[in-house]
């Protein structure tokens, strides 16, 4: 997304300009900080303009084909050539419900990719995963099933040109079955490690009276793979969920997660209190450090507000690979619910994860109103984007807009943009009993100037499809 062949919205607010402003020499944390946000949204020009002068928002782009509920957005950008994108999707439209997109100029134009390829009479089925090498390779992932069992495994497939995808073969399969997994590659040029592919899933026993954490890494591009154990077995209900994860330019490969102690009467335990659970390897995924918390957050109670749809809560991170001021450090992106409404919060690491900051709100004071399906990364010059949905702009609290904040000054303040004028009704999922939206966004960095966001959007007034947006800085 380099080229000026989109129409994009011009702003003229200041505080978006603030993006662009010079990096602070300090390499802290905002440590004890009770809010980073700008103090009002940003409003969206209705003049469509080239993006001259930057920065600009891109208008959203729908890269499904519409027809049956799309949902859930990782995307990434090749590495070596970030024109190249690749989105994943739980997508209704395919045979076994998960699709793959791919555009070859930078967002413009999408391909759509249906996997129906089994491995031993597993099947695709859901947590779409994707990722890039830095040979140009392409790689998605899922869940794949067993009709008519409870069991399953993570398969992966790769392609050279986004067109032509190998055969599936098994990544990880420990146990009777995955949830909850993740997928990324090192990048980074400088790594030991470079090229090697990582899939974190926890694996279900049989009759599910226990779930432990793994990690399967690869070193010679997906064809074999070894599943190494994270965390110690939890005994139902404790339960680990939600992995994620993003590696150093040295290779160190850092893992995150929500534990639920099972304490007490609510969902995740007493007053639903979750823990944000961190680890890391650096020795390509052979061995894990002894996890530890990185924060406390409370669980909505209940199904979304004014819905029937349930919200995951990933703790997303990323970090920074630049050399910049801010190099190494790391984030962390998640939900809290205040007792009134979910709001999203960033929480940073300065020495590796041995201790992290208090949590910074990425939403202004006078956001009240829910914020959810928060993502985030890291750009090539270390500045940090977050994206997510929000409802501020509806005093009904029910319809939501995607906003995103990209943090210049590590992670210390995030001023908002606003990505889309229309409105998204959460209700229009397809489903008229119980609801689902999706368990996850996405959003990656298009080189070093273009924040890219993926979301689940419905303001078309049909079932959910996936949407691209963005921010372009220069």
């Known amino acids: 997304m380099s080229s000026p062949r989109f129409s994009l919205w011009q702003y003229g607010v200041i505080g978006i300009v603030g993006l662009l402003a010079v990096l602070l020499s300090a390499s802290v944390c905002a440590m004890g900080q009770t809010n980073g946000a700008t103090s009002a949204p940003v409003e ?196 680990d969920f939600n992995t994620n994860m993003t590696v150093g330019k040295d290779g160190t490969v850092y893992l995150t997660w929500m534990y639920c102690d099972a304490i007490g009467s609510g969902y995740c335990g007493t007053k639903d209190i979750a823990y944000m659970v961190f680890s890391k390897s650096s020795d390509g995924g052979n061995t894990w450090s002894k996890p530890k918390s990185m924060a406390s957050i409370t669980l909505l109670p209940t199904l979304l507000p004014n819905t029937n749809v349930g919200v995951t809560n990933y703790p997303v991170i990323g970090v920074d690979n630049s050399d910049g001021p801010y190099a190494g450090n790391l984030y962390v992106v998640m ?82 943009v606003q990505l889309t004028k229309k409105f998204s009704n959460p209700n229009n999922n397809g489903y008229s009993d119980s609801a689902w939206m999706g368990d996850y966004t996405g959003n990656t960095w298009d080189g070093p100037n273009y924040f890219i966001a993926a979301w689940m959007d419905s303001s078309n007034g049909v079932d959910m499809q996936d949407v691209v947006g963005g921010i372009r800085l220069k």
């Open 335 to 416: 939900y809290t619910w205040t007792g009134t409404y979910m709001r999203v919060q960033v929480v940073c690491s300065t020495d590796g994860g041995n201790t992290w900051s208090k949590p910074v709100p990425v939403a202004p004071p006078s956001d009240t109103h829910d914020q959810f399906f928060p993502w985030l990364s890291v750009s090539p010059t270390g500045l940090v984007g977050v994206s997510w949905l929000d409802r501020r702009n509806d005093p009904a609290n029910i319809d939501y807009q995607a906003f995103a904040a990209i943090s210049s000054d590590g992670g210390q303040t995030f001023p908002n």
């Open 44 to 239: 969206v020009s209705s003049t469509v303009v080239i993006c001259s002068p930057a920065p600009c928002v891109v208008p959203p782009t729908q890269a499904s084909e519409g027809g049956h509920e799309v949902a859930d957005a990782p995307i990434v950008a090749d590495p070596l050539n970030p024109t190249h994108l690749l989105l994943g999707s739980v997508d209704f439209n395919c045979e076994f419900g998960m699709g793959f997109f791919t555009s070859s100029d930078g967002g413009s134009g999408w391909n759509r990719y249906c996997p129906s390829q089994g491995i031993d009479g597993y099947f695709p089925s859901d947590d779409p995963m994707v990722g890039y090498d830095r040979n140009h390779v392409a790689y998605i992932a899922g869940i794949y099933e067993h009709g008519g069992y409870n069991t399953g495994l993570i398969g992966i497939q790769s392609s050279t040109d986004g067109i032509n995808w190998s055969q599936p073969v098994t990544a990880l399969k420990e146990g009777e079955y995955p949830f909850y997994s993740w997928l990324t590659t090192d990048t980074n040029l400088g790594s030991p490690y470079l090229s090697n592919l990582y899939v974190s899933a926890v694996i279900a026993s049989e009759d599910f009276a226990n779930n432990q954490l793994y990690v399967s890494h690869s070193n010679d591009g997906g064809i074999s793979w070894q599943a190494v154990a994270v965390a110690p077995r939890q005994i139902s209900p404790k339960e």
